[in-house]
């Protein structure tokens, strides 16, 4: 069974805060997403890591960067946190490029004060 | 402007009766379509897809049908069950690539 972690369930910041989500997964996938969910918006593509140190923008990257030092992590990082970056986060991964299913995380809810 | 829609944010339905839902996308070089669906305090799970190339695929009780012309695409559950209740999400790819464009998704709800 495919698992994807992430750090926290909930986490309250203030503006202006660095912000670091963590998420893993423990099945090699080479694909990891982050997205955001929205009311109304469903899920945005923030950043995509297809190998370990590579980062492609998605639709919404501003006011976020991301890394990848090792293949089962990837990390999303807030470096000034502000109050419209409040919202639920979600990782992803998949084994390769092609059609192949993205399996998700449970989620961290953010909440920017 | 949101590429796939989802114009129904919500959805009742009696157990044991067909839920349909309904997903609208504008962008015609997508290729492949996905539903996907989301309990709360958990991250979504895949359901079903569908390859431009087909008009309807099945699995157990979820169809997926596909009408390119019109750019739409439904999910069918029958019967429906209380267990169904949760969020659908569709969502689009193009050119056998890994990125999917999400609609804003329907709250499905299967009342006993």
């Known amino acids: 069974d495919v698992k994807v972690t992430q750090s926290s369930r909930y986490l309250v910041k203030r503006t202006g805060e660095k912000v670091f989500l963590e998420c893993v997964q423990d099945m090699d996938h080479e694909n990891m997403f982050w997205y955001r969910q929205d009311p109304g918006l469903g899920l945005r593509l923030i950043y995509f890591?297809?190998?370990?140190?590579?980062?492609e923008k998605g639709d919404i990257p501003e006011g976020y960067s991301v890394s990848r030092e090792k293949k089962e992590r990837f990390s999303l990082i807030l470096e000034s946190a502000s109050t419209n970056q409040t919202s639920m986060y979600l990782c992803?991964?998949?084994?390769?490029?092609?059609?192949?299913?993205?399996?998700f995380g449970p989620g961290t809810r953010l909440l920017v004060l | 402007d949101q590429q796939v829609k989802q114009n129904s944010p919500s959805l009742s339905v009696q157990e044991g009766r067909i839920s349909i839902l309904n997903c609208d996308y504008t962008?015609?070089?997508?290729?492949?379509f996905l539903w996907y669906k989301k309990y709360p305090a958990e991250g979504p799970t895949f359901l079903i897809s569908i390859s431009s190339i087909k008009d309807k695929n099945e699995d157990g009780r979820f169809t997926v049908f596909l009408n390119k012309s019109a750019k739409h695409l439904s999910l069918h559950i029958v019967p429906s069950q209380p267990g169904d209740s949760a969020v659908y999400f569709c969502?689009?790819?193009?050119?056998?690539?890994?990125?999917?464009?999400f609609g804003g998704g329907t709250r499905l709800m299967v009342k006993p």
């Open positions: 962008n015609s070089m997508f290729d492949y």
């Open positions: 890591s297809y190998d370990v140190k590579m980062k």
């Open positions: 992803a991964s998949s084994l390769s490029q092609g059609r192949e299913t993205q399996y």
């Open positions: 969502a689009a790819s193009l050119n056998a690539g890994n990125m999917l464009t």
